[in-house]
Nanobody, 126 residues
Framework: QVQLKDSGGGLVQAGGSLRLSCAASGRTFSRNDMGWFRQAPGKEREFVASINWRGGTTDYADSVKGRFTISRDNSRNSVYLQMISLKPEDTAVYYC???????????????????WGKGTLVTVSS
């Protein structure tokens, strides 16, 4: 059974930092794009960041560019999201995501995601 286990969320003050982790099991994702989406209360799930299978190409939503950094460790079948300078508007449930097709770009659309984590809540207080 394929699982993406996301973790690392919590409560932090504005300006603070958090590091999210996502550990995959059940299959290898070393040849698959991975990324993060988020969903704030009452809003649609939106793209945050993605990283290609080699880790050499990353993409970020404009709202997080310069503050968030995505990385991966294929030896651990894991992807990470380092978040700094957090703002109250970053408050959301963050979901790890992965493409199911090797070497296929996941893109920014939820339709490009084949696997989801259960989510980890990030709350940023003002």
């Amino acid at each position: 059974q394929v699982q993406l286990k996301d973790s690392g969320g919590g409560l932090v003050q504005a300006g603070g930092s958090l590091r999210l982790s996502c550990a995959a099991s059940g299959r290898t994702f070393s040849r698959n794009d991975m990324g993060w989406f988020r969903q704030a209360p009452g809003k649609e799930r939106e793209f945050v960041a993605s990283i290609n299978w080699r880790g050499g190409t990353t993409d970020y939503a404009d709202s997080v560019k310069g503050r968030f950094t995505i990385s991966r460790d294929n030896s651990r079948n894991s992807v990470y999201l380092q978040m700094i300078s957090l703002k109250p508007e970053d408050t959301a449930v963050y979901y790890c995501a992965a493409s199911g097709k090797p070497f296929d770009a996941m893109g920014r659309d939820k339709l490009g995601v084949d696997y989801w984590g259960k989510g980890t809540l990030v709350t940023v207080s003002s």
